[in-house]
């Protein structure tokens, strides 16, 4: 079985870098479709995919995120949790005087 993927595998790489793929896209190519087939078989549970593809879950939910390839995947299966900065979190002001004279 080992022969015929690498038979297969020589195949797909020949036709890829005579239609001037680089490798960079092939590698991104194949990790998306294999990302998608994982969390399709695994019915978008990302802890059952991570562990399907070996990888910790919150690796693959920055390649959800951040992939070109799987752009939009992630948030067809779930929205994305926004952080609140410190900067956005401030104490409401007081109404009354300034304890500081101008």
């Known amino acids: 079985m080992v022969s015929s993927i690498d038979d297969r595998l020589n195949q797909i790489i020949r036709e890829l870098i005579g239609n001037g793929i680089t490798l960079e896209q092939a590698v991104e190519a194949f990790e998306g479709k294999y990302i998608v ?39 067809s299966i779930r929205p994305v949790r926004r952080r609140i ?12 005087k300034s304890s500081r004279s101008r």
Not at 52 to 75: C, I, P, S
Not at 85 to 95: E, L
């Open 37 to 75: 087939a994982a969390m399709s078989a695994s019915r978008g549970n990302v802890t059952q995919a991570s562990k399907a593809l070996g990888v910790h879950r919150n690796t693959l939910h920055n390649k959800l995120r951040t992939q070109t390839m799987l752009n939009g995947f992630a948030e």
């Open 85 to 96: 900065s410190a900067k956005q979190v401030r104490a409401p002001r007081s109404i009354g």
